[in-house]
Nanobody, 121 residues
Framework: QVQLVESGGGLVQAGGSLRLSCVVS????????LGWFRQAPGKEREFVAA????????SYTDSVKGRFTISRDNAQNTVYLQMNNLRPEDTAIYYC??????????????WGQGTQVTVSS
């Protein structure tokens, strides 16, 4: 069974930074793709970023390009999301996800429990 456990959320002022972490355990491999989704109050979940297992390809939604960076440490089974220049519209619950590269940004199979990020103006 795959488990994803996020941490690092919190309250930050606009313009500030946070780094989210997600530790992966269970039947996984370094070839799995990892990513982040978010869900703001009253809105549907949306894709934020993903990183492949091989070659470390990355993908971002347009609204976070240039501000967020996804990375992974396979030795630590951890994926990170560095979030800089945060805006109030980034406020959401952030979920760590795992699946193949073709699915991780669309309909990932595995989800973490989420971590709250709140950005004050």
């Amino acid at each position: 069974q795959v488990q994803l456990v996020e941490s690092g959320g919190g309250l930050v002022q606009a313009g500030g930074s946070l780094r989210l972490s997600c530790v992966v355990s269970g039947r996984t491999s370094s070839s799995d793709a990892l990513g982040w989704f978010r869900q703001a109050p009253g809105k549907e979940r949306e894709f934020v970023a993903a990183i492949s297992g091989s070659w470390s390809r990355t993908s971002y939604t347009d609204s976070v390009k240039g501000r967020f960076t996804i990375s992974r440490d396979n030795a630590q089974n951890t994926v990170y999301l560095q979030m800089n220049n945060l805006r109030p519209e980034d406020t959401a619950i952030y979920y760590c996800v795992l699946d193949t590269w073709t699915r991780v940004g669309v309909t990932p199979k595995y989800w973490g429990q989420g971590t709250q990020v709140t950005v004050s103006s």
